[in-house]
């Protein structure tokens, strides 16, 4: 043993982090947000996979209980996945991932704690319970790594950038300790790709520093999962979790060309103490669907929720304050859920909620999606539009 792990010369790197020189940009003023929100839907990051997904097996022995797609209409997105783990018994599994390399470029800590949180996120948001060490219950959580990375050791003539690459790679793993530990959520697993770089000739690509993670936690009973899509007319629109001025390396952003400062940030304490709430408004029964903040911010969300369904949605954001119209519709900010509710549990769930619950609006019969800020509409699209930019892909 002595000589499998010291038997072989250590390799030492150097690794130096210099903070980029970044700023938020000035956009144009008067902006179309009907079509930006079409542009959006419509991009790389938010567009429909259904044409991947329909190439593979999701319903082996036929045990799937949240597919990627749901819905009346079979096309609804969903967060993580849920399978039955047998047919005498509602035990189940979940299955999410948390990927986001585009922070990568501002802060490389903050993207692989963004993915981290992501994963757990999905998981929260159909009904998953986080681990309790206190009570030695909830403990079925796993998560395997994946590091996809560029060569990182320092040429001054093949990787003069090599330095800054390491630095990024430590960031990526004191996050993923940091939130591992935070969470008491094991990593059984990893793999591990470091020379992730195209050469020909003269010219080299390197890929932006990633990690995914993909996460598996038990499902104490399948009937109790919720899923994303609207489910009536008249239910009650929630936003759970704080949302900041954290527009860096966004969506919205990039339609501009722009990369911004303002990256979002994982605040631990705050996510753990939502998601425990989480976990007691599903045992009582009061949210309806759920479906977890990521690309594209909350406009994005609540039209993800509707896609699919007889429904639209009904929005009054007024009341964020302290924050632009920008921020409030699309900064992605960790750690946030969209949620419906039946109107007759208002009251109890703004009671377990309190501050992390601020109601935006309902669901309506009428297939829109309506947004208002401070009176005037800033956004009025039929769904069937929306949907449309997504299936197909505008920008594609």
């Keep these: ?80 996945a849920v399978m039955r783990l047998n047919f005498d018994g509602f035990e189940g599994i979940a299955v999410s991932n948390g990927i986001c390399p585009k922070y990568g470029d501002i802060d490389a ?137 954290e527009l860096g390396a966004s969506d919205f952003y990039k339609l501009f060309g722009e990369l911004g400062a303002n990256v979002p940030k994982v605040r631990k304490e705050k996510a753990k103490q939502l998601y425990e709430k989480m976990a007691i408004a599903n045992e009582l029964n009061l949210i309806e669907s759920c479906h977890d903040l990521s690309d594209g911010g909350m406009a994005v969300a609540v039209c993800e929720c509707a896609i699919g369904t007889e429904f639209g949605a009904e929005l009054d954001i007024s009341d964020f304050e302290g924050l632009s119209l920008n921020a409030i519709l699309f900064s992605e900010s960790h750690s946030r859920f969209v949620a419906s509710i039946k109107p007759e549990s208002e009251e109890k769930f703004e009671e377990l909620f309190g501050d992390n619950c601020k109601l935006i609006g309902k669901v309506i019969s009428e297939k829109k999606l309506k947004i208002k800020f401070y009176g005037n509409e800033v956004i009025n699209l039929e769904m069937k539009v929306l949907e449309n930019a997504w299936n197909e892909g505008l920008n594609n």
């Design 1 to 80: 043993m002595d000589f499998l792990h010291n038997g072989v010369p250590k390799k030492y790197m150097e690794a130096e982090w210099k903070k980029p020189r970044l700023s938020e940009p000035e956009l144009p003023k008067n902006l179309d947000y009907n079509e930006i929100l079409l542009r959006l839907m419509g991009s790389y990051n938010i567009c429909s996979r259904e044409s991947v997904i329909r190439q593979y097996d999701h319903e082996v022995k036929g045990k799937t209980i949240i597919k990627p797609l749901m819905g009346k209409k079979g096309n609804s997105p969903q967060d993580a």
């Design 109 to 245: 800590y903050e993207m692989s704690a963004g993915a981290f949180d992501e994963a757990v996120r999905q998981i929260i948001s159909v009904g998953g319970k986080l681990p309790d060490i206190r009570s030695n219950s909830n403990g079925f959580w796993t998560v395997n790594d994946n590091f996809c990375v560029p060569d990182s050791a320092f040429d001054p003539e093949n990787n003069p950038d090599g330095k800054q690459k390491l630095a990024k790679l430590v960031q990526m793993n004191k996050a993923l300790f940091d939130m591992s530990v935070f969470f008491n959520i094991p990593m059984t697993s990893g793999k591990d790709s470091m020379k992730n770089d195209f050469k020909a000739g003269k010219v080299k690509i390197s890929v932006p520093p990633t990690i995914l993670y993909s996460m598996v936690a038990k499902i104490e009973d399948v009937r109790k999962t919720v899923t994303s899509n609207f489910k009536a007319e008249g239910d009650l629109i929630y936003l759970l979790g704080k949302t900041y001025d």
